[in-house]
């Protein structure tokens, strides 16, 4: 399995920005679709955004979708998530996932995540 390290989580007011990064180790990098999710208090994890392996298709849920930006440099073996206009909402501990096909909930290779926090 891909060793995944979120970071760039934090504190921030309501309408800033945050990105995120997830670092990858241990096997190749570029053979891995990725993606990110998170997970808010008292609720399930959710799907927030994907790439595929060359980064050249990318998919995001519809609640984030004009806001966040997921992208990736297989050179630095790293994925990232731009969130712009970040609301309460998207509080949430967001975690990263690495897939050799797509990336779903039942992926096998996660990061230990990374806590957001918006407030109003």
């Known amino acids: 399995q891909v060793r995944l390290v979120e970071s760039g989580g934090g504190l921030v007011q309501a309408g800033d920005s945050l990105r995120l990064s997830c670092a990858a180790s241990?096997?190749?990098?570029?053979?891995?679709?990725m993606g990110w999710f998170r997970q808010a208090p008292g609720k399930e994890r959710e799907f927030v955004a994907a790439?595929?392996?060359?980064?050249?298709?990318?998919r995001y849920a519809d609640f984030v979708k004009g806001r966040f930006t997921i992208s990736r440099d297989n050179a630095k073996n790293t994925v990232y998530l731009q969130m712009n206009s970040l609301k309460p909402e998207d509080t949430a501990v967001y975690f990263c996932?690495?897939?050799?096909?797509?990336?779903?909930?039942?992926?096998?290779?996660w990061g230990q995540g990374t806590q957001v926090t918006v407030s109003s």
């Open positions: 790439i595929s392996k060359s980064g050249g298709s990318t």
């Open positions: 996932a690495a897939d050799r096909v797509v990336v779903t909930m039942t992926s096998s290779s």
């Open positions: 241990g096997r190749t990098f570029s053979n891995y679709a």
